[in-house]
């Protein structure tokens, strides 16, 4: 009863956190909020500015404010190089976060509703190749972040996999998203042009080694 009651309550919270979002977009709050007013506050606060960004980044998965917005909007106001150190804290907390509930709340109930083979064997090879899976997903940007870290937390992947693989995975990420979005001040730079170009590296690579991987796979078999 009171792991159908721990289910239950997530889902209700992600539901109220998605109507809160279409709140937002329907009444077009986003529209009358003052960036450049923000951006320069931030950036007067130092330091400390920098860490409002990461308390920002960790506990965002928990309204589903999308990742790729506020990475870039930190290169924007912190700069390439402490942008991307900022978001890297920020990401990651916020991953392990994530993790953390739907591991609490939702594995349990998740489990006993498992019953799908092909869901079955997926949650095995997690709990094989954790690390390689999780590293995997962090590096296609293809994946949505917060689904990563929810979809990990109730799997079997354990925690140090999980954790390592998200830690490693999403470093490229966070240095490409951080390089483009300090050029937007300067589009068609470039500084600007060479983050498009690491963007379409960081994309294509990870489908070329999985492609190799495959057919390694198929040759053996």
Do not use: C
């Amino acid at each position: 009863m009171a792991r159908s009651k721990s289910l239950w309550l997530l889902i209700v919270w992600f539901v109220v956190a998605i109507i809160g979002l279409l709140i937002l977009k329907w009444t077009g709050v986003w529209k009358h909020l003052d960036f450049d007013w923000l951006t320069d506050w931030l950036r007067d606060l130092g330091p400390v500015g920098g860490l409002l960004y990461i308390l920002a980044y960790t506990l965002r998965p928990l309204i589903l404010f999308p990742a790729t917005p506020l990475t870039l909007y930190g290169g924007y106001v912190f700069g390439a190089f402490w942008g991307t150190i900022y978001d890297f804290i920020g990401a990651g907390a916020g991953a392990l976060l994530s993790f953390y509930i739907t591991r609490k709340w939702g594995r349990s109930s998740f489990q006993r509703i498992l019953r799908s083979p092909k869901l079955q064997s997926f949650d095995q090879k997690a709990e094989e190749k954790g690390f390689m899976v999780v590293l995997y997903m962090r590096l296609m940007p293809f994946f949505p972040f917060d689904g990563i870290s929810y979809g990990a937390g109730l799997s079997k992947i354990r925690f140090w996999d999980y954790t390592w693989g998200t830690l490693i995975g999403i470093i490229p990420g966070a240095i490409v998203y951080n390089v483009f979005g300090a050029s937007l001040n300067d589009i068609w730079s470039w500084r600007f042009l060479g983050a498009v170009g690491m963007y379409v590296v960081f994309a294509v690579v990870p489908l070329i080694i999985k492609r190799r991987q495959s057919r390694k796979v198929r040759q053996a078999a």
